[in-house]
């Protein structure tokens, strides 16, 4: 039987960010000169056609759907990678300089976000074969075994991190590659060995973009002084930067947040939305829903969130196929450091990376993408008891 209460959960939080993005969306309307429900009318549509495609999804038999859709998913997303980068501007968008869109009639495809869907299938099912089960004699040897997807992650990281100027989706698909690699059974030392060598190519990703410094910078400079608190003047004037840029986007998320409350101000009573930070109900749309709806409305989300991906867990727990419990995995990998990144970029914890919070930030791939994850796993545990 299909898990009704994964579904129930899901369609509620997806009917929820068509409200947010009629609220957060002010500014934005006004800056382009679109019409008051242009957002709006976007977003729902972009829901009712992802819940649709997640029902019938949950409809086909899991053996079908896993590894055949999955793959085709990986090979369409992998060859609209490729191709976006030689399409004229007026068929891709671009962010920061780089091709990240294809535009269609009415409609922006972000292949990235369909990559991640194959990418977890890839490794699901060639984890399930490599390392579930399977006896290493050292860490050497798992490195061999390992070295194909290292050489399949440097694709990644040319095409998104380096192509597409995306650092933050490489990123989450490198804690994804390394969580599952752990659940299928890699060592400790595997999975740390390969976290330093991501590590180092990030530095490196860092220090050659003048983008990346500027940003870390950035944040640098609004979050030095707590963290410099901690220790001795001596040491902590070696480590300030002065004349940093101005954290304005770290500045008005925390605002938004102080101004919030534990109520809120309202919604629709909101002011982060009007202009002091530009499009709101996209990837800052956590600090515009604590403004109107408080730590009470965030604490809403968080449980529903929460709830998703214990279900995911559950159904991940009860199924008899490795391939099927380490997609699970992955995908609650993804939704939720997807979340967290999100969150630790809005109160300066970490850099603001970009990355849209699952579920409720504007925008047709990110809730399409989504919704077909869902309907692969909720295909899934029609299979399970």
Not at 17 to 28: G, N, R, T
Not at 180 to 194: E, I, N, P, R, T
Not at 219 to 224: L, S
Not at 252 to 270: D, H, M
């Amino acid at each position: 039987m299909i898990d009704k209460k994964l579904f129930f959960y899901v369609t509620f939080l997806l009917s929820f960010s068509v409200v947010i993005s009629y609220s957060l969306s002010v500014y934005a309307i006004d800056y382009y000169g679109y019409d008051e429900y242009h957002f709006f009318i976007r977003q729902f549509i972009a829901v009712c056609v992802g819940i649709l495609i997640m029902w019938i999804l949950s409809q086909i038999p899991a053996n079908k759907l896993i590894t055949q859709f999955g793959f085709f998913i990986l090979f369409i997303s992998i060859a609209l990678l490729v191709i976006m980068q030689f399409l004229p501007e007026s068929w891709a968008s671009s962010a920061g300089g780089a091709k990240r869109w294809i535009r269609l009639p009415g409609f922006s495809l972000a292949p990235s976000e369909f990559f991640k869907i194959g990418f977890i299938v890839f490794l699901a099912w060639s984890f399930s074969r490599r390392f579930v089960g399977k006896e290493q004699n050292s860490v050497f040897s798992e490195f061999i075994t390992l070295l194909p997807y290292i050489i399949f992650f440097s694709f990644i990281v040319f095409f998104i991190a380096v192509m597409q100027n995306d650092l933050g989706q490489v990123i989450l698909m490198a804690i994804i590659l390394g969580i599952m690699l752990l659940f299928a059974g890699g060592s400790f030392k595997l999975v740390g060995s390969l976290f330093l060598l991501i590590l180092s190519l990030a530095v490196f990703a860092i220090v050659t973009s003048a983008h990346r410094i500027h940003r870390i910078k950035t944040w640098w400079g609004g979050v030095q002084d707590m963290v410099l608190s901690i220790f001795p003047e001596s040491i902590a004037q070696n480590m300030r930067i002065e004349n940093t840029p101005e954290p304005y986007q770290i500045y008005y998320s925390i605002a938004a947040i102080n101004n919030g409350g534990f109520f809120g101000l309202g919604f629709g009573n909101g002011v982060i939305k009007l202009g002091f930070l530009s499009e709101v109900h996209t990837d800052i749309v956590l600090a515009g829903l604590s403004e109107e709806l408080g730590l009470l409305g965030i604490g809403i989300f968080i449980i529903f969130f929460v709830l998703i991906l214990h279900r995911i867990l559950k159904i991940a727990n009860r199924t008899n196929s490795n391939v099927y419990a380490l997609f699970c995995i992955g995908i609650c990998v993804m939704l939720g450091f997807s979340f967290l990144i999100n969150a630790f970029g809005i109160v300066g914890i970490i850099p603001i990376k970009g990355i849209a919070v699952p579920f409720l930030s504007y925008g047709g791939s990110a809730i399409l993408a989504t919704c077909i994850t869902i309907g692969m796993v909720l295909s899934i545990s029609k299979s399970i008891k």
